[in-house]
């Protein structure tokens, strides 16, 4: 539920976006939303460097000068400083005011700042490695492991908690993206790591096969995805680990290792969801699957409803998801199923067209402007301030709403209600390839939390996905959260990688995935804070209540380090009893005997006996 790493060139974001460098990269396409995010630079006036994190460093002869020129100012500033300085009558009272000059001091020509896509989590760097090829990256793994100097493997950048950040240096591999190999008869195909989910499906549809599944978006580097055990939905279908074959891995003690079910079957499968710390996962081979279309149903119900047909949804869909909403009884089933052969598509006219089914949230939206800006609501100031509203998608017109009251409960049930408003007026279907079809509009930015439980068999299920949802729902009630829709609950069936969240040795248990979230649609850095606090309060509700109660267990790309020593200590204990932490760390030990893969979260989640 979350999307791409931005990277800046730290310092001309300041001072001269006349300049033709494009400093500040999205690996995005979604550059509505990323407009909030972005430095004010100068639209990208050469193509070539439109890839995500291209080297943005401008070229030699132009930089001397003006570092030259920059040096200038500089020493002009300081002086002014020091002059302002010892001749500005301070009172003594008032010395530490004149320890502030140099904090508004230009941030140094290396610094590349690289944020997650929600703007949540961000570091500074000097060290940012992007090797173009196996041999180049070899060198800065073998390099870097000499100086003991990190480089923590960082994908698209998507994962809520920046499980790939660390300040003291990262490796990206957005430039080795290339399909290796394609094995049509056995549904393989072999591809360098930094091959983002749409880029690798592009180049194999003509091939006749794609993915198996997918996750809501298609940017992720499928080294990235792999290693922190991203999912899709489907309670036959495993998370996308699952469907790795083998992998080459880049060490830094054993240099580069393939590994495989064949070729040391136990590291293989730890280090399929290894998150970043066995290795660089330099190659990938993935089971895929023909490529087909599917159908995708969606209908508005109830809980009543649900428990009843909750059985034949899991096993009767290939692909299924409930979205609830919040302080409403509102249930959105959405279900995908191949064509049928025999009958083609369904002959399906809609009830309502788009507008009609956004009609209800446009009305809410211009009453509420009424309410909270009424200064806005007079014609001539709207006209050139807001943007048309009819030109939204439901989504978009969510985030504008919200930003109005976030933290008002009222506020939040009146835009709940408006979205299960929309839900019944866009029941129906459409039909269009998976790739197409299994993707979710998860709006803007946002702070997210997503566990996984199990949830019985395909045969019995135990139906506590269902009662994790009600006391979920009932929580939020009686504590008179604001929580916003949906709250998404997918299954997958399980994996065979230890350190899955999903990870079982028998064969047919299932597990649902349910993530809670909070939207952050605003720039106001202190409406930011106060949604953020609203939001761990929230998930630390859920945690306190219902993850012990049902087994539950945080993705890893969303799972957050308490601050607090003791939750930490807690936290660590509650991780050993599910995965086998012992094993991941003596890996680690063999593998990168000198930490330089690792960052504070991962040396916070598994401390080794020796740093305790």
């Given at each position: 539920?979350?999307?791409?790493?931005?990277?800046?060139?730290?310092?001309?974001?300041?001072?001269?976006?006349?300049?033709?460098?494009?400093?500040?990269?999205?690996?995005?396409?979604?550059?509505?939303?990323?407009?909030?995010?972005?430095?004010?630079?100068?639209?990208?006036?050469?193509p070539s460097l439109a890839r995500p994190f291209s080297s943005l460093s401008p070229s030699p002869s132009s930089?001397?000068?003006?570092?030259?020129?920059?040096?200038?100012?500089?020493?002009?500033?300081?002086?002014?400083?020091?002059?302002?300085?010892?001749?500005?009558?301070?009172?003594?009272?008032?010395?530490?005011?004149?320890?502030?000059?140099?904090?508004?001091?230009?941030?140094?020509?290396?610094?590349?700042?690289?944020?997650?896509?929600?703007?949540?989590?961000?570091?500074?760097?000097?060290?940012?490695?992007?090797?173009?090829?196996?041999?180049?990256?070899?060198?800065?793994?073998?390099?870097?492991?000499?100086?003991?100097?990190?480089?923590?493997?960082?994908?698209?950048?998507?994962?809520?908690?920046?499980?790939?950040?660390?300040?003291?240096?990262?490796?990206?591999?957005?430039?080795?993206?290339?399909?290796?190999?394609?094995?049509?008869?056995?549904?393989?195909?072999?591809?360098?790591?930094?091959?983002?989910v749409q880029q690798l499906v592009d180049a194999i549809k003509d091939h006749g096969i794609t993915l198996q599944?997918?996750?809501?978006?298609?940017?992720?580097?499928?080294?990235?995805?792999?290693?922190?055990?991203?999912?899709?939905?489907?309670?036959?279908?495993?998370?996308?680990?699952?469907?790795?074959?083998?992998?080459?891995?880049?060490?830094?003690?054993?240099?580069?290792?393939?590994?495989?079910?064949?070729?040391?079957?136990?590291?293989?499968?730890?280090?399929?969801?290894?998150?970043?710390?066995?290795?660089?996962?330099?190659?990938?081979?993935?089971?895929?699957?023909?490529?087909?279309?599917?159908?995708?149903?969606?209908?508005?119900?109830?809980?009543?409803?649900?428990?009843?047909?909750?059985?034949?949804?899991?096993?009767?869909?290939?692909?299924?998801?409930?979205?609830?909403?919040?302080?409403?009884?509102?249930?959105?089933?959405?279900?995908?199923?191949?064509?049928?052969?025999?009958?083609?598509?369904?002959?399906?006219?809609?009830?309502?067209?788009?507008?009609?089914?956004?009609?209800?949230?446009?009305?809410?939206?211009?009453?509420?402007?009424?309410?909270?800006?009424?200064?806005?609501?007079?014609?001539?100031?709207?006209?050139?301030?807001?943007?048309?509203?009819?030109?939204?998608?439901?989504?978009?017109?969510?985030?504008?709403?919200?930003?109005?009251?976030?933290?008002?409960?009222?506020?939040?049930?009146?835009?709940?209600?408006?979205?299960?408003?929309?839900?019944?007026?866009?029941?129906?279907?459409?039909?269009?390839?998976?790739?197409?079809?299994?993707?979710?509009?998860?709006?803007?930015?946002?702070?997210?939390?997503?566990?996984?439980?199990?949830?019985?068999?395909?045969?019995?299920?135990?139906?506590?996905?269902?009662?994790?949802?009600?006391?979920?729902?009932?929580?939020?009630?009686?504590?008179?959260?604001?929580?916003?829709?949906?709250?998404?609950?997918?299954?997958?069936?399980?994996?065979?990688?230890?350190?899955?969240?999903?990870?079982?040795?028998a064969e047919d248990d299932i597990f649902s995935w349910v993530g809670i979230i909070m939207y952050l649609p605003?720039?106001?850095?202190?409406?930011?804070?106060?949604?953020?606090?609203?939001?761990?309060?929230?998930?630390?509700?859920?945690?306190?209540?219902?993850?012990?109660?049902?087994?539950?267990?945080?993705?890893?790309?969303?799972?957050?380090?308490?601050?607090?020593?003791?939750?930490?200590?807690?936290?660590?204990?509650?991780?050993?009893?599910?995965?086998?932490?012992?094993?991941?760390?003596?890996?680690?030990?063999?593998?990168?005997?000198?930490?330089?893969?690792?960052?504070?979260?991962?040396?916070?989640?598994?401390?080794?006996?020796?740093?305790?």
């Amino acid at each position: 539920m979350s999307r791409a790493l931005s990277l800046r060139r730290s310092v001309r974001a300041y001072h001269h976006h006349h300049h033709h460098h494009h400093h500040h990269h999205h690996a995005n396409p979604h550059s509505n939303l990323l407009k909030a995010l972005s430095s004010p630079t100068s639209p990208n006036p050469n193509p070539s460097l439109a890839r995500p994190f291209s080297s943005l460093s401008p070229s030699p002869s132009s930089s001397g000068a003006e570092f030259r020129k920059y040096l200038g100012y500089v020493a002009l500033l300081l002086g002014c400083g020091v002059a302002t300085y010892f001749s500005f009558p301070f009172s003594d009272s008032a010395k530490h005011k004149k320890a502030q000059l140099f904090r508004y001091a230009p941030l140094p020509e290396d610094l590349h700042t690289v944020s997650n896509w929600s703007g949540t989590h961000e570091v500074q760097t000097r060290v940012f490695h992007q090797p173009e090829s196996l041999e180049e990256l070899e060198q800065v793994v073998k390099d870097a492991n000499e100086k003991k100097q990190k480089i923590r493997p960082v994908g698209s950048g998507l994962s809520p908690n920046g499980i790939g950040l660390t300040r003291a240096g990262m490796v990206n591999l957005a430039l080795m993206d290339k399909v290796l190999e394609v094995d049509e008869e056995k549904k393989r195909v072999r591809v360098q790591a930094g091959i983002r989910v749409q880029q690798l499906v592009d180049a194999i549809k003509d091939h006749g096969i794609t993915l198996q599944n997918f996750a809501s978006i298609r940017e992720q580097q499928i080294g990235g995805i792999v290693q922190v055990g991203a999912h899709g939905t489907g309670a036959r279908l495993p998370p996308i680990d699952e469907q790795v074959i083998s992998m080459k891995l880049v060490t830094p003690a054993k240099r580069t290792i393939e590994v495989s079910k064949e070729k040391d079957p136990e590291l293989f499968y730890l280090a399929r969801c290894g998150l970043g710390g066995l290795g660089v996962v330099a190659e990938v081979t993935l089971q895929c699957v023909e490529r087909q279309q599917l159908v995708e149903h969606t209908v508005i119900s109830d809980m009543k409803e649900i428990k009843k047909n909750h059985k034949k949804l899991l096993s009767e869909n290939k692909h299924v998801k409930y979205l609830y909403i919040p302080y409403t009884d509102s249930v959105v089933v959405v279900t995908c199923n191949p064509v049928s052969k025999w009958k083609g598509p369904p002959k399906f006219k809609p009830k309502y067209s788009h507008d009609e089914a956004i009609q209800h949230a446009r009305d809410l939206y211009q009453e509420s402007l009424k309410k909270y800006r009424p200064e806005l609501t007079t014609a001539e100031s709207s006209e050139d301030s807001e943007p048309d509203i009819n030109e939204l998608s439901f989504t978009e017109l969510r985030d504008k709403l919200l930003a109005l009251d976030p933290l008002n409960r009222d506020h939040v049930i009146r835009v709940n209600q408006a979205e299960a408003e929309f839900w019944r007026k866009s029941e129906g279907y459409r039909v269009g390839w998976s790739d197409e079809i299994l993707g979710f509009d998860c709006g803007g930015q946002q702070w997210v939390s997503e566990t996984c439980f199990p949830a019985g068999t395909l045969a019995k299920p135990s139906m506590k996905d269902l009662e994790y949802i009600e006391d979920l729902k009932k929580l939020i009630e009686k504590e008179e959260i604001p929580a916003p829709a949906p709250i998404e609950q997918r299954w997958t069936a399980c994996s065979k990688s230890p350190m899955s969240p999903a990870s079982s040795s028998a064969e047919d248990d299932i597990f649902s995935w349910v993530g809670i979230i909070m939207y952050l649609p605003t720039m106001d850095a202190r409406q930011r804070k106060e949604i953020t606090e609203e939001f761990f309060r929230y998930r630390r509700l859920s945690q306190t209540q219902l993850w012990d109660k049902y087994s539950a267990y945080e993705h890893w790309a969303k799972i957050e380090v308490p601050k607090d020593k003791d939750e930490l200590i807690a936290l660590q204990a509650r991780l050993r009893r599910r995965f086998p932490v012992d094993e991941y760390n003596k890996a680690r030990k063999e593998l990168d005997p000198n930490g330089i893969l690792s960052n504070n979260m991962l040396g916070k989640l598994f401390p080794s006996p020796d740093t305790i």
